[in-house]
């Protein structure tokens, strides 16, 4: 599943290739991915627009319009949006949706599992937050995403710290890899409930998420399953994944064999020795 890094390089790949320009047609070919919404008026709502620039916040990409609206897009599992100068030469494999740009560029919405969604946001900024609602908190690259807030999130939950930094609502745009790779550079085991973190582990999880982030955008996301970039080109950070699909191989500070497990219902990577699980506590005299 693309995360926020995926998404972010999709995005500046789009960026480039769309800012300014007019959408001269659409077409929807698969009708759940505009569901409820009407295909036919979808495809009318979308021609002749102007895209002023894509945005993202966590997993989600805005296309966002020169009248204020936008068109909201998540990739879920599958989905992947593939820019090409012209018509492609062959049919896109599970194209789902097409626009047509005023240059004579397409950008075309794959998604083999059709979990994938599109839907227009409204102009403005009271009605844009009404229409958004509660999907997403603070994004994780944003400057709002602070050690502190991430500390004021975990206060007192009891939730294994991985289910906690998987919840969009608490920070947008870690999924799965990211997750197991920030705990894993900050020392913290994926069970542990997230308001058992000292103030110093916290501190160590948020630098390491942003860490993991910044070098998974730099290397283009990672591409060991259906992730393509907007150009059909793949990512390099499955070649620099600390514990992440790695289980029985030494642990890259430690030499301990990696484990595998399920927590939050993910298959879940972690080293035994620099993870501990119970944590030493102090007993008060
Ligand atoms: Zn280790």
């Known amino acids: 599943m693309p995360e926020l890094p995926e998404v972010e390089t999709i995005r500046r790949q789009l960026a480039q290739h769309l800012a300014g320009r007019t959408i001269a047609g659409a077409r929807v070919l698969d009708p759940l991915l505009v569901d409820p919404e009407d295909p036919r008026a979808f495809e009318q709502r979308l021609a002749g627009r102007v895209v002023r ?35 492609p030469d062959a049919p896109t494999p599970y194209a789902r949706a097409v626009l047509g740009m005023d240059d004579g560029s397409v950008v075309t919405f794959a998604d083999p599992r059709r979990f994938g969604r599109a839907w227009f946001l409204p102009a403005g900024r009271s009605a844009r937050r009404r229409a958004w609602g509660a ?5 994780a ?24 930094i998987l919840d969009q609502r608490i920070v947008a745009g870690v999924g799965n890899i ?19 973190l000292t103030q110093a582990e916290v501190r160590r999880l948020h630098r390491a998420i942003r860490d993991r982030l910044r070098m998974g955008i730099s290397v283009g996301g990672a591409s060991f399953d259906r992730y393509r970039d907007a150009h059909g ?23 301990t064999t990696i484990e595998k497990g399920v927590v939050a219902q993910r298959g879940t990577y972690w080293c035994p020795r620099c993870q501990p699980q119970e944590v030493q506590v102090q007993a008060a005299c």
């Open 53 to 87: 620039e894509i945005r993202r916040t966590g997993k989600y990409l805005f296309i966002e319009f020169d009248d204020g609206e936008a068109l909201a897009l998540h990739l879920r599992m599958t989905g992947q949006l593939l820019w090409t100068p012209g018509e």
């Open 135 to 139: 999907r997403t908190g603070v994004d």
């Open 141 to 164: 690259m944003s400057s709002g995403f602070t050690a502190r807030r991430l500390g004021a999130s975990l206060d007192g939950r009891t939730a294994a710290i991985k289910a906690l």
């Open 178 to 196: 990211y997750a197991d790779e920030a705990l894993f550079r900050a020392r913290v085991h994926p069970r542990r409930p997230g308001g058992s």
């Open 233 to 255: 080109g793949r990512g390099g950070m499955q070649d620099l994944f600390l514990v992440h699909r790695r289980q029985g191989e030494p642990c890259p500070r430690c030499r």
